[in-house]
């Protein structure tokens, strides 16, 4: 299994999952970075080099003596989070993601009023204005404009006639809404902070209300109000957003004023509400929790513990958790043990060192990882069967 | 291992028996011929004055895929009223919530215990497949399968609009069963989740989808033609246009005629059944379609019967359920554009007998049940959850056998909406015989199991006993056992095995060029390669508990 004869693989580093991709040609630099990761690692017993059987007992040992154990991080796929979900059940271990607080900013607009959305290939195929609000979406999904905006070829709309928009939010890398030919998008920006207002001024435009004000967090109202003009006159127009752009409180209102304007704007003509962003795997996690459990995913990323299992494939960087209580981290051989932890397990990478499964971030797509290289790791399942059958 | 079950009362109508007292033999989870003496019989039960059928299928039931999960996501309340600490939490009423939602480790208990052994999505997208089959294999107990959607796919439309000959429909077709591993097709309000995509709120069966100038009757008239040349079992599944509108019957009754003669299966049947007589311009069009049912011998049903209480809708089709949103109850609801191959829409309901209009759908599905003259030709189903949720089955049964208990649950209802409806003129008694044909043996053969919903020998050994009594609802809520390929799985009401079922599908040969068009559309207007559409028996059968099981001709 070579690198280098792989040319259609599934990239997981975001949650738009391109399954394009050619490990060692890709231009994007999260996916560069995810091919070329190394897999050697050894488990670790309180920073001490253990074999896979010690640290499995060990494991095993501190879950035993838990009363309020919990399943953490849970950066995995759909087979990691089965495993995962498992051992819980026969742990009485709470399950929790480390996106929590980014996936219930938009989990709580579900809950509260639902919503009206869309996914990629209607916005590549319909979508003739696209706005997006707080976010230039390229930090999170790299390829979003490439693969999306601005394909060779889509069914109904050309990609000169597509209208870009991006709504607040500041420092933001507004250099992809330039269309093929050099359309320039339009970009009224404002400070992250004061998305809620001009989303809801937004939403009142649209409904056809009057301001009366000439600007709102320094944007001209005459300029919102043209945006206004345009979704109305659109016969398809796409509202996005990323959950993790929306960092202040109660975000989910401001996703809220979002997806009720799409809803609004669906009385007399077509739009769909998108929210982007995603990483390790937190929509898989979510999804599979609730059709598992019934339930949506645990509101806290670190629920009350007296022991934690920390599951981490996809992002090593990633600080681990602040916790008094036990812990045990299973996952990518690259992590930074920067301090001790009593038990480290490095296992096989999704999509990398073993297949797997992901849901994409705008839902309804579900993609196939494959193992595109050898690795003597096992893989977050088999690590789980062996703790579970030592417990 | 040979499991006699003794004296039992059988009821097989696949073979023509009507509570005839019989012994049945299992082997290796199949029904054998009576054994040589010299074979020892490891188990006998005893099951004298037992009610003996063949476990049974729900042949639509939205067990699984994107619209249910996204449901089970948006109303976490209806699990709050899931009472674990009480033992008898799992046997529902028909006013239960949390089985609206359930898990997909409830579903597959809550069937099997009520003497389900299989259910069928009926509306899994295809290019969600993927979702749908890991939830039905997170789904244990019972068999699973699905229909995959057509109809609103822009690639299907594009064919037809370019005038694509029959051949390479078909094609299609095949490709699509093959590649998303269902067992039929469906096609759901004919080209409107599409038409509504370009803005068109509504489609008649001969008003043309403006952007393809291709009508309903078209797309209807070259699906049922491709599953019927591909020699595909289950007729084309169809959810019509005009889904809960007024005056939606006419449109029903055409539809019936859509397909010049080539089986359809018309599904949920009772939203597609209302006049606009009265003053409230709605009303009862269960006699018409009841009677066009009775004459058009190619059609069959399920009727998809509302019972009174909280549930949720959830649908493919947006067009009508944007519209239904002005009614969601709690007032929340998801719209949703998919792909370039179809939508859904998951909208919140509650059933109420005070309401004219709710009141009076309780009572045409009624109707339309006892005046369908051919158990063989109409299904019971409730289109769980959109109806009510399938643990409210055994509720539906007493209604259909007992018509006092029937009569006194319609005084309860609406007066405007009884005096609305002729139900109680109605004097038929469902009997046991034509509910096991309904649930089992019409079923089985709608689909085309045929080693399932029998007791004949070589038939897959899911069997499910009874104890007769008069409150059918009783006796339909807790067999005394349940087998399942063979196994003891439900005794008495509780699950003693849990064991995964099958996958069943249907795999028509196809010509391989079909992925040339394919491809191209895919590269070119896809946001996935056509590789990771398909789906591979591996997939699904890969952690060892599901297994695929081909029932091509």
């Known amino acids: ?391 | 291992m040979i499991i006699l079950l003794k004296n039992g009362k059988v009821y097989d109508p696949a073979h023509g028996k009507d509570g005839v007292k019989q012994d049945i033999y299992i082997r290796d989870g199949r029904i054998i011929d009576k054994p040589a003496q010299t074979d020892h019989i490891d188990e006998t039960i005893d099951l004298n004055g037992k009610v003996v059928m063949a476990g049974a299928i729900d042949m639509h039931s939205h067990i699984g895929g994107g619209k249910v999960n996204i449901a089970r996501m948006m109303l976490p309340e209806y699990q709050e009223t899931l009472q674990y600490h009480e033992p008898e939490a799992h046997i529902c009423g028909p006013h239960c919530t949390h089985d609206a939602t359930p898990s997909t480790i409830n579903t597959g208990m809550r069937y099997i215990e009520m003497g389900y052994t299989a259910a069928f999505e009926p509306a899994i997208l295809a290019i969600n497949a993927r979702q749908a089959h890991l939830e039905m294999g997170d789904t244990p107990m019972i068999d699973k399968g699905g229909y995959a959607m057509l109809g609103n796919d822009d690639y299907f439309l594009r064919l037809l609009a370019n005038k694509a000959d029959q051949k390479t429909i078909n094609d299609y077709v095949a490709w699509t069963l093959n590649a998303t591993q269902t067992i039929g097709i469906k096609v759901v309000n004919p080209g409107g989740i599409n038409a509504f995509k370009f803005n068109q709120r509504r489609l008649d069966l001969d008003e043309n989808n403006t952007h393809y100038a291709v009508s309903p009757r078209q797309i209807l008239q070259s699906l049922s033609r491709a599953v019927h040349d591909l020699g595909v079992t289950k007729p084309l599944h169809v959810h019509c246009n005009n889904l809960g509108a007024a005056g939606n019957f006419q449109t029903t009754l055409d539809t019936m005629g859509a397909s010049d003669g080539v089986p359809m299966h018309l599904t949920h049947i009772q939203f597609h059944s209302y006049d606009t007589e009265g003053d409230k311009k709605f009303s009862s069009a269960a006699a018409k379609i009841a009677e066009g049912i009775n004459n058009n011998k190619h059609i069959t049903v399920d009727v998809g019967q509302i019972l009174f209480g909280q549930t949720v809708t959830a649908s493919g089709d947006t067009m009508m359920q944007h519209l239904n949103a002005n009614h969601a109850n709690p007032k929340k609801s998801v719209i949703m554009d998919i792909e370039c191959d179809g939508g859904c829409g998951v909208v919140p309901f509650k059933y109420r007998d005070e309401n004219y209009v709710n009141a009076l759908q309780w009572a045409i599905g009624l109707e339309i049940f006892l005046s369908v003259e051919d158990p063989w030709r109409i299904f019971l189903t409730t289109d769980h959850p959109n109806g009510a949720p399938f643990t409210s089955y055994p509720h539906l049964i007493r209604l259909l056998m007992d018509k006092s208990f029937r009569d006194d649950a319609f005084g309860q209802l609406n007066l405007d909406a009884q005096a609305m409806s002729n139900l109680t003129a109605i004097d038929r008694e469902y009997s046991l015989y034509e509910i096991a044909t309904m649930t089992r043996a019409g079923a089985a053969k709608l689909i085309g199991l045929r080693d399932r919903g029998h007791l004949g020998v070589g038939a897959a050994a899911d069997i499910t006993v009874y104890t007769e009594q008069a409150d059918k609802e009783a006796m339909f809520a807790k067999p005394n056992y349940v087998f399942k390929d063979g196994q003891l799985v439900v005794k008495d009401g509780d699950i003693v095995k849990v064991v995964w079922g099958k996958t069943h599908t249907a795999k028509p040969d196809y010509d391989q060029n079909v992925e040339k068009g394919l491809n191209e559309y895919f590269d070119q207007y896809h946001t996935i390669q056509l590789d990771n559409f398909k789906i591979s028996d591996d997939e699904i059968a890969a952690d060892g508990r599901n297994q695929v099981v081909s029932h091509t001709k």
């Not at chain 1, 488990?43 to 040992?61: M, R």
């Not at chain 1, 997806?259 to 996690?285: I, P, W, Y």
């Not at chain 1, 096992?378 to 417990?391: D, F, R, S, Y």
């Open chain 1, 1 to 391: 299994m070579q690198t280098e004869s792989i040319t259609n693989t599934t990239c997981p580093a975001c949650g738009m999952l391109c399954d394009d991709v050619n490990p060692t040609k890709t231009t994007c630099a999260k996916s560069a970075a995810f091919f070329a990761q190394a897999n050697v690692a050894k488990p670790s017993i309180a920073g001490q080099t253990a074999t896979l059987e010690q640290a499995v007992k060990k494991a095993a040992e501190l879950l035993k003596q838990s009363t309020q154990p919990v399943i953490g991080g849970l950066s995995t796929d759909l087979t990691g989070f089965r495993a995962a979900y498992q051992l819980a059940g026969k742990t009485k271990a709470t399950l929790a993601h480390m996106n929590a607080v980014t996936t219930w900013r938009n989990t709580k607009v579900l809950q509260a009023t639902g919503w009206q959305t869309t996914t990629m290939t209607e916005v590549k195929n319909r979508a003739d204005v696209i706005v997006c609000i707080g976010t230039d979406i390229v930090k999170h999904n790299t390829r979003f404009f490439e693969r999306i905006v601005w394909p060779k070829k889509a069914l109904f709309v050309d990609n000169e006639d597509r209208d870009i928009v991006y709504l607040g939010g500041e420092g933001l890398d507004t250099s992809h809404g330039t269309s093929p030919k050099g359309k320039p998008a339009t970009v009224l920006p404002c400070d992250p902070a004061l998305l809620p207002e001009v989303t809801a001024a937004l939403h009142a435009l649209v409904a056809g209300k009057q301001l009366t004000v000439d600007s709102i967090a320094g944007i001209a109202v005459k300029d919102l109000a043209d945006v206004a003009e345009r979704l109305l006159a659109a016969k398809y127009a796409t509202l996005i957003w990323v959950a993790k752009d929306c960092d202040f409180p109660h975000a989910e209102l401001t996703i809220q004023q979002i997806t009720q304007t799409v809803v609004e704007l669906n009385k007399t003509t077509r739009a769909g509400a998108l929210a982007m962003g995603g990483s390790d795997g937190d929509t898989t996690v979510n999804y599979a929790h609730t059709w598992l459990s019934g339930l949506a995913i645990h509101e806290e990323v670190l629920p009350d513990h007296d022991a934690l299992l920390w599951v981490n494939s996809f992002s090593p960087d990633k600080a681990l958790p602040t916790t008094d209580a036990p812990l045990i981290v299973i996952g990518n051989p690259n992590i930074a043990l920067e301090k001790e932890v009593d038990v480290f397990i490095p296992i096989a990478t999704p999509g990398l060192d073993a297949p797997g499964t992901m849901i994409r971030v705008d839902s309804n797509v579900i993609l196939p990882l494959k193992q595109i290289r050898e690795t003597d790791l096992p893989t977050l399942g088999e690590v789980l069967a062996q703790v579970e059958a030592a417990l």
